[in-house]
Structures are given as C-alpha cells and as structure tokens.
C-alpha cells in the first residue's frame, strides 16, 4: 500500500464532518432559503439520506475489496481500461470539486476581511499549509482534524448562544405553510453537499476497525445534519425573509452579537474557526486527488506528486468560477444533479456490477 498510516473510525469521522460543512454552513443558507423560506432549516434533513446512501455505497465495496479505493477497485469491477476511465473520472472530478472549494474560501476571505488581497495569494497560501498535511500522511490529517474539531464544535455552541437574544421566534412560521414541497425544492442543493461523504472512500482502506466504519460514518452525517439546520434556523430567525439576499448569512448574523457593549465584532473568530474548518475540507479533497493519482498512476509514494497536484488544484480554482456570483449561480443550480451523479450514481452501478459479479461467481464455485 502507498499509505502506510492508520487511523481510527472516529477520527474519521471528524475528518468528515468539516469536509462537508465547513462551506456548507456559509454559502448553503442563502440558496436553500430562496427555494424554502421559513421551512429551510428542513432541507438538510431531507438531503441527509444522500450521505447515508453514500457511506452505505463505500462502505458495501469497501467490504469487497478492503485495501483499495474506488480507483483501484473500479478495475477488478468492470475491466482494466473502463476502470481506469473511471478512475480518472473521479480524480478530475475531485480536482474540479477541489479547486472550487478553493475559490469559495478565497472569494470569502478576500471579500469579507482581506479585500486589498490578490485572490490568487490567498488560495496559494492555503494550498501550502495543506500540502505540508498531505506530505505527513493520513495520520497527520486525523490528528490535526482531532485538534481543531472540538474547538469548531464550541464556538459553533457558543455563537448559537449569543445569538439567542436576537432571534425571533415568529420568522420560522407558519410550519410548512405551503406544504413539504419548498423544504424538499430546498434540499436539492444541500443533498450535493452530503454526497461528498463518498469520499471516505479514500479513508476507509486506512481504518483500524473497519467494523465501526459505517458506524461512525452515519453518526458524522447526521452531525453534519444537525449543524445545518441549527445554523438554518439560527440565521433565519434573525433575518427572516433577508436571508436569501445576504452572500454569507451566517456572517451577517454574528454581527448582531453585543452582550453588554463588550463582547463586539466577533466575526473575525467566525473567520478563524471557519478557516480552520476548511483547511481540513481543503486537504482531505487534496489527500484523496494525490493519493488516488498515485493509485492511478501506480506510483510506489505519492510525496513526489504532492506540490504538482497543489499547483493543479489552485489552477482549477482560478478556473472554476471567474467570480462569486457565477460560483454562486453554479451552486445553486448544476452542482447538485454534478455531484450527486459522479458521487452517488456512479458508484451506486459499481456496487451493483460487484454484487452481481460476487453472486456468478458463487453460483459458478457451487455448480462445480
């Protein structure tokens, strides 16, 4: 294996969790709030069962090839050469995704706090300090991931807090006035979100206890689950009907926070927990695009590819969208039916080709 690094169920599920909300928390509210209105803080509910589909889907193959990820097993699957086109399918894929994840964090730090900034030097930046993660390995990753959750963790509490004094209650009313539908229109864009826990595919060979892995799995989407719709619900019972207007509306909410004309413009801990979160989005998307093109490409180490696909990731970035309200406009509208198509469809076909092949072949040992 080119990996040689182990880690435990848990600290793959910490490693997931910001891997999915870290830029869900931030962009999801505002698109989700123009389909659903009040009853947004429902949508990530019913998106949820994209995630648990998809850690059920991994962990199923997983179970038929446990050393390998979806870019080696995809050749025992469906032959050598249509195997390594999907292979290669997903690694651009995971780069395409990567780069704009990229550009989200450096649209929203140049935008909101670094507006004098060059964005290309802010993404290049954070691709440096990732990279410094994906050269140490996987254990690196769940031990920074262990670090830095916890504190992200408490401060998501204790913002939810402080903003308790200005919500209004009446915003979120009537429940499901038009019915379960906007909640449902609602979720189409966050179910995008949560088909990116395909990616413990990656994870899941490195495990200790693979038993746990589902286990472990399903209990960080529905973490994921329950954050988004407090952050939801949080933002929209401050701003009610606004909420679609604002870029960031999490941002905007935590603006309100004045407790005894002391405690005052904390929006830049905001920024210093959401970076932090999204420095583990950044390198877990970079760890799997570097270790799959070295499974790809057969390599006996990945660290040599680690700064070339660095290089490649901020490319795509810069490519991706030329601004935000395009990034934002593909957002809400192509990225669910793009990413629930490579993330969930296509491996959905795999895991059923793998089942069927796993059946002949029983059939064919028995009749013999």
Do not use: C
């Amino acid at each position: 294996m080119i990996e040689k690094g182990k880690i435990s169920p848990v600290q793959m599920s910490l490693m997931m969790n910001p891997t999915i909300s870290a830029t869900a928390v931030l962009l999801v509210p505002a698109i989700t709030a123009q389909h659903a209105k009040q009853d947004l803080w429902l949508s990530p509910i019913w998106a949820a069962p994209i995630g648990f589909l998809a850690i059920f889907i991994a962990y199923r193959l997983n179970k038929i090839y446990p050393n390998e990820s979806i870019i080696e097993y995809s050749g025992h699957i469906i032959g050598k050469i249509p195997g390594k086109m999907i292979g290669l399918l997903f690694l651009l894929f995971y780069l395409h995704v990567g780069g704009i994840v990229i550009q989200e964090y450096g649209q929203f730090v140049v935008g909101t706090f670094l507006q004098r900034t060059p964005i290309h030097v802010v993404m290049i930046s954070m691709i440096l300090v990732s990279a410094f993660a994906v050269n140490g390995g996987i254990e690196v990753i769940a031990r920074t991931s262990q670090i830095i959750l916890p504190v992200v963790f408490l401060f998501y509490l204790l913002i939810i807090i402080m903003l308790l004094p200005d919500i209004d209650v009446q915003q979120i009313a009537p429940f499901m006035g038009q019915g379960i539908t906007p909640s449902i229109k609602g979720a189409a864009v966050p179910s995008g979100w949560f088909s990116e826990f395909m990616l413990i595919t990656f994870l899941l060979p490195f495990i200790s206890d693979k038993k746990k892995g589902m286990k472990w799995g399903m209990i960080s989407v529905a973490s994921v689950m329950i954050i988004l719709s407090l952050m939801n619900l949080i933002t929209y019972m401050i701003f009610g009907p606004l909420t679609e207007t604002f870029t960031y509306p999490v941002i905007n909410a935590v603006r309100y926070i004045s407790i005894a004309d002391f405690l005052e413009h904390v929006e830049s801990v905001v920024m210093a927990i959401w970076v932090a979160g999204t420095f583990i989005k950044i390198t877990i998307f970079y760890y799997a695009v570097t270790i799959g093109t070295a499974q790809w490409l057969k390599l006996s180490d990945y660290r040599p590819i680690v700064l070339p696909i660095g290089f490649l990731m901020v490319v795509f970035g810069l490519w991706s969208a030329p601004n935000l309200s395009k990034l934002q406009s593909f957002l809400g509208t192509i990225s669910p039916f793009y990413f629930t198509t490579v993330q969930i469809v296509v491996p959905i076909l795999l895991l059923s080709i793998a089942l069927l092949r796993k059946k002949l072949k029983r059939k064919k040992g028995a009749a013999t």
